[in-house]
């Protein structure tokens, strides 16, 4: 079963399976989206022709696609980027300029979900969250 508890500072969120650390996150919101990745990619035993970490970085390097566009190869969101023969990347990899967009990125929506906390006192606490 997957977790997300609360880690220590640089190591915020730690993504766990039945217990073990898996991941670690420093940003609330990418951690969220990392949980999100664990439970669809579901038991990493049961993954075959790739290491349970590659399989969940390849995964989520999909969420940064999905949420930004990429200024160096024109890609938009939702897709991959591209080599310049038009290939996709290898391995869902993108570019170094839209990993920069998507840390601006997570650090909007941080400060966006640290203003909803502070709102709204109903709002799930992210210690033990669990599919």
């Known amino acids: 079963m997957w977790s997300l508890d609360k880690g220590t500072p640089g190591r915020d969120y730690v993504l766990k399976w039945e217990g073990e650390d898996f991941s670690y996150f420093i940003s609330h919101w990418f951690a969220l989206e990392g949980l999100k990745v ?3 990619m579901g038991n990493p035993h049961h993954i075959h022709g790739t290491t349970p ?3 969940f970085t390849r995964l989520m390097r999909r969420v940064i696609s ?3 566009p990429c200024d ?3 890609a938009n969101k939702g897709s991959p980027c591209v080599r310049p023969s038009e290939h996709p990347v290898m391995y869902g990899g993108v570019h170094a300029a839209r990993r920069d967009e998507m840390d601006n990125f997570i650090n909007n929506r941080d400060r966006e979900l640290e203003a909803m906390m502070s709102f709204t006192s109903s709002w799930p606490s992210i210690e033990g969250e669990r599919d």
């Open 72 to 74: 160096k190869c024109g």
């Open 38 to 40: 664990a439970k669809a």
């Open 66 to 68: 999905r949420e930004v």
């Open 53 to 55: 970490g590659d399989k």
